[in-house]
């Protein structure tokens, strides 16, 4: 869908012309924001965020990407393996922003006022404003966050990183996340509409997702679940009817889908059956976030 404007012509008419700029579908709504998380690492949360943001920025949706799983921040490798933020020119560094905390969250008494939360200068946030990805045709803000090495403190890391990517506009904002159930993950979750929550089908990772579905419901986010690589297919099952109406989907095990981040490409540039799978997970959540 196109959207118009109204521009002078020579003549001193006023015309209605046909504006080719990102298209507005959120104009008179607040971004949305969804986090992919996972109690254990590397079960493809990156995979499928990545996959979301294409689908999404295809739409023609104005999309904030985060990566918020600081300690290891990966996202940018996916597009064009941006890995030496520093050395290119466009890039803007910013230091960690003060985070904001409701005084009552942090257990004192007062008013509910809103207190700076000192960061101690520990990582950066990396900005790449309105990228425009090579294989791509539209352009994004990639936001990563980095914390120093050997340094702790990384949820104050993300709460930096969601903080610095507010500023930005978006119809819809993407966050990477850390794995596990610790404070980064969780600040996660409070800055989320909706969170995905993608498992691989073992008994240990069913048992940890339960843990984690504790702690969004707590919370009170709705969420989604997606299994990855259903090695035990009754584990696959026993999630499915555990997760009820909240199963989105399976992603098959594909060999595509590494070769796809070798390339620093998303999976569903890739001609194969899960790039298809991949975009009908993208389109099940876009029908809970929309
Ligand atoms: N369905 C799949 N089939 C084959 N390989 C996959 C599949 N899903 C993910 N992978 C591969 O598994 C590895 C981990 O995936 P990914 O990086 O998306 O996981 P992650 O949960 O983001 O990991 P981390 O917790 O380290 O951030 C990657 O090499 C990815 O290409
Ligand atoms: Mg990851």
Redesign the pocket.
């Known amino acids: 869908m196109l959207f118009m404007t109204r521009v002078k012509v020579n003549s001193g008419m006023v015309k209605d012309v046909e504006k080719s700029a990102t298209k507005k579908y959120r104009d008179d709504k607040e971004g949305k924001t969804v986090s992919?998380l996972?109690s254990?690492?590397?079960?493809?949360?990156?995979?499928?965020?990545?996959s979301l943001i294409d689908f999404l920025a295809q739409k023609g949706f104005r999309i904030t990407a985060v990566d918020a799983?600081v300690n290891?921040p990966?996202l940018a490798k996916w597009f064009d393996n941006i890995s030496d933020w520093d050395k290119e020119g466009d890039i803007k560094i910013f230091p960690l922003p003060n985070v904001y905390k409701k005084c009552r969250d942090i257990k004192i008494l007062c008013d509910g006022t809103e207190l700076p939360v000192e960061l101690e200068k520990r990582g950066d946030v990396y900005v790449k404003e309105k990228y425009t990805p090579s294989f791509a045709n539209y352009s994004i803000n990639l936001i990563s966050g980095d914390i120093m090495k050997g340094k702790t403190g990384s949820g104050k890391v993300v709460e930096g990183t969601i903080k610095t990517s507010d500023d930005f506009d978006y119809d819809f904002r993407v966050i990477?996340s850390?794995?596990g159930t610790g404070y980064p993950v969780l600040t996660c979750i409070i800055n989320s509409d909706y969170v995905v929550l993608?498992t691989e089908a073992t008994s240990l990772g069913f048992k940890d997702l339960k843990k984690l579905i504790g702690i969004v419901e707590k919370k009170g986010v709705p969420y989604g679940v997606v299994t990855?690589?259903d090695t035990d297919p009754e584990i696959a099952n026993q999630i499915r009817s555990y997760v009820g109406e909240n199963y989105v989907s399976s992603?098959?095990?594909?060999?595509?889908?590494?070769?796809?981040?070798k390339k620093s490409l998303p999976?569903t540039r890739l001609e194969s059956p899960?790039s298809k799978k991949l975009n009908e997970i993208s389109e099940k959540i876009f029908s809970k976030i929309r």
Not at 40 to 50: A, E, L, P
């Open positions: 992919i996972s254990k690492g590397g079960v493809g949360k990156t995979t499928i965020c990545v799983d290891a990966n990477d850390a794995p993608v990855n690589m992603l098959p095990y594909d060999e595509t889908i590494p070769l796809a981040l999976p899960s």
